[in-house]
């Protein structure tokens, strides 16, 4: 019994959310859609993967185009296979995410066609998004949520100096919640991996709070043990 | 501007990568493959999805239908997309897993003619799998390491009652390292959710070891605390 790979009407795409925090608020990217039938669709960046190029390679290129984003270290968290999840026949579609620091971001802007505008939106008042996008957005942010956990994930959303506020709202913005601030920082410096800078925040008029960055080297040390009988427990 | 989806020549499948453990050996199910040009190659359960199945259906039919096991809690853990990974054309693959106990599972048995016959194989000595199968097979390996340390999944794969041998015996062949009985022990019993039980292992002519029982009420509620910054640690 011999068989053929069948041909099927049938395609693969991506589709990206891009985390970014600024201003005390976590956000995503978003893209305004500009082809018929979805003209005018908010949606996230995303499109259909070539026949010749790996998924890996189509989700920077489809981030590239659309929002003119590149180098980011994207990676796939889910795979969307309903059947009727597009309008226009079955598309499964392999969800990508990152997080990046918004400031220091080139500007946003489109390169192909099919996205009139890219911009940065709060998580906490998303709008209707196209297709199945809001579920995407919602898995992504929930593994998000479950990386802060126990992965070295909140400083590649922070500046390269932070303040322990800053950290603390972006935990309490990822998790939605209030934290205790005494509890918090106890907490945080307990695991050394925060290096307490010779510098105070800038551009503040009084009370400049201590700057700190993120020791990568103690850091990963931690997070090779993660596997170790003997490892302390989660980060936070 | 309208546009069309275009047609592709491709297809999606689905690999199952299902871990089972039996007298001490951490297992995975194989299947040898019945069909030309693949006749006799060693390979993971997959097959192809339809047009009109979600991928979650279509992991489940194909796994019943090459294994005849079905009804197993199976979960996505990456897609594997690369242009070249199958020699009959574009095929990205959806990888599931799933874990069981061996014990009290039917017989296996093929119900379709692509599989001759399904088996257990120790993950220690896995033999060459076809296409790029081993490394959907390593991929789905380094995902139940990291899992096994903050998620209860050390319990689906042990039998209801089990001694605090087995447990152990399961973390070693997981993690593929020796732990210190003492500390493994003391550490596990820390947790609050082994239950001893009033009764001893059967069929061994002496010694026989305390049988404990998983408490799911108090793990759940360890791990509906995960993302509580008062939170002990991880499991392990």
Redesign the interface.
Known sequence: ????????????SIDCVIFGFEAGELKILLIER????YKDWLALPGY??E??????D?AERILYELTGLRDLHMQ?F??F???NR?P?????T?AYYALIRINGQKELRPIT??ARKAFWHPVNELPKLAFDHSEIFKTGFNKL??R???QPIAFELLPEKFTLTQLQSL?EAV?NKK??KR??RK?MLSYGFLKELDEKQKGVSYRAAKLYKFDRRKYSKIFQN??N??????V?
Chains 1, 2 share one sequence.
């Open positions: 019994m011999e068989v053929k790979l069948p041909t099927f009407n049938s395609v693969f500009n082809e018929e039938p259909i993967v026949q010749d190029e790996s998924i890996d189509a796939q889910h795979t296979g309903e059947v597009h226009q026949g079955r598309v499964i392999v066609q099919y949520r479950r802060l956990n126990y935990y998790l934290l205790d509890n918090f907490k993660e596997l009988l003997e490892n302390k427990g989660k936070i």
